[in-house]
């Protein structure tokens, strides 16, 4: 693939050291792909309701990877960072990474969707991030 390819990832953790887990996942994506635009780093509640606090954050970017290889590359961060599904079936967040965008296409509605994405998002849209 010789073009490179808009990506759009989201970004969230809930553990006590949140706010440095999103800003270390932050400097692993931008250092491997090209053009990152980050939107600040902001708090927003669980979508559970439980009151449990996320550090999220948005990326774009542009990539060479195919869509399976840049899924292939956030999820073997996750589970670098000791992400697994104990960890998921307690609530417990080390680090999640979601390509909710690419190419153009929405890969993950729900997260499109969602509070905890369009608030870096909608940043990332006013500072002009996805203007070619």
Known sequence: MDSLIPFTVGI???????EKQVKNAIDFICERLSECKVSSV???????GDGTTYTNAVIHGRTSMSSDQLVTLLKDYE???ERTETENKTGRVV????LVLYDSRILRPKDFESHYFNRGYSELLAKGAYID
């Open 12 to 18: 969230g953790s809930n553990t006590p050291y949140r």
């Open 95 to 98: 680090i999640d990474l979601d």
């Open 42 to 48: 902001y708090e927003s509640p669980a979508v559970s």
């Open 79 to 81: 589970s670098i960072q």
